[in-house]
DNA sequence: TACTGATAATCAGCATGCTGATCAATATTT
DNA sequence: AAATATTGATCAGCATGCTGATTATCAGTA
């Protein structure tokens, strides 16, 4: 049986966890209370207004069943809007509000710090690098989930 | 706003999420319906047979709250033994069924392959350091999150 | 135009993974 | 020993994240 340490599995998920921990206690100790898979919506959505929630989830690799959930949640507090697609009534088109536009630039400079904490035991070469190697990773497995990255089309 | 791919949080979620996708699809494909969690508690149990919760959750960095749930399926399941310690009443002393130890052997060669599939868009040097750097950056933040790894006690 | 297949969103169901609380039992202090 | 603090397990509650199904709508074809 080969030691933990030896498995990326095990890994990927470690650094994961270190990841999400570190982000909420960033975001909290900013007064907010935001979880990385909402800032990274809000985000999107502010930089794509009016995308459907497929397009959404690509754009960012969730599944599509976790966008509906996160989306929800968003507009409950009123950071997002929902409303019908004039062009496609089966698609619901998501817009930032002003409230939202406010929770993001508020909070970029506490998600900033966390991107820098959670690489804090390596040199700015080796952080580099791991975020070159991650990245390699990940374009090499793509479809290999439920959610791969999708580049957002032309409407 | 920095680009995704320049978010070690970003890089983290996505490369955990192809782990527990490409670990799944193996572990399916060899019969078997076993999660990570559910694997890394077996694997654990069987190297540390007579283990109690806490020390089992500190073996693998879990959370205690969310070993309770495993535990429970994998009992459910057959493949784990759940006793009151004789030595703390508290506690509860976890074993490793035959069963258990049987689906371990059978799933071996799965999971190793889902740890060669998710680097392989990587070079085994790359590879190597890949691990390497997500050991090192673990090692930094391992007390940042709720559930830091710990070393067994002798007890 | 009627039919067929694809697509957007949602849902039920299940399994992590966390926060904070509670309960029973043990350990420590006074 | 009595009072206090700590610890092991569990629980309720919430938020991902997935599978597979359903519904409404759209797009392409016969």
New binding site residues.
């Given amino acids: 049986m080969r030691d933990n340490n030896e498995m990326p599995g095990h890994l990927a998920?470690r650094f994961q966890?270190i990841a999400?921990?570190v982000f909420?206690a960033e975001v909290e100790e900013a007064g907010f209370d935001l979880?990385?898979?909402?800032y990274a919506t809000l985000a999107a959505i502010r930089t794509n207004p009016g995308v459907?929630?497929?397009?959404?989830?690509g754009l960012i690799a969730?599944?599509?069943?976790?966008?509906?959930?996160?989306?929800?949640?968003l507009v409950q507090r009123g950071l997002l809007i929902?409303h019908p697609?004039p062009?496609?009534?089966?698609?619901?088109?998501l817009q930032i509000t002003e409230a939202g536009k406010r929770t993001l630039r508020a909070i970029t400079p506490a998600v900033e710090e966390a991107q820098r904490t959670m690489l804090r035991g390596l040199t700015a070469k080796e952080g580099t690098e791991l975020m070159r190697l991650l990245r390699k990773a990940i374009a090499a497995g793509n479809e290999l989930?439920?959610?791969p990255l999708r580049e957002a089309e032309l409407r």
């Fill in positions: 998920r966890q999400v921990a909420l979880t990385p898979v909402q459907d929630q497929v397009t959404l989830a969730y599944d599509r069943t976790t966008i509906t959930g996160v989306v929800d949640r929902r697609s062009r496609d009534r089966r698609a619901r088109e989930s439920r959610a």
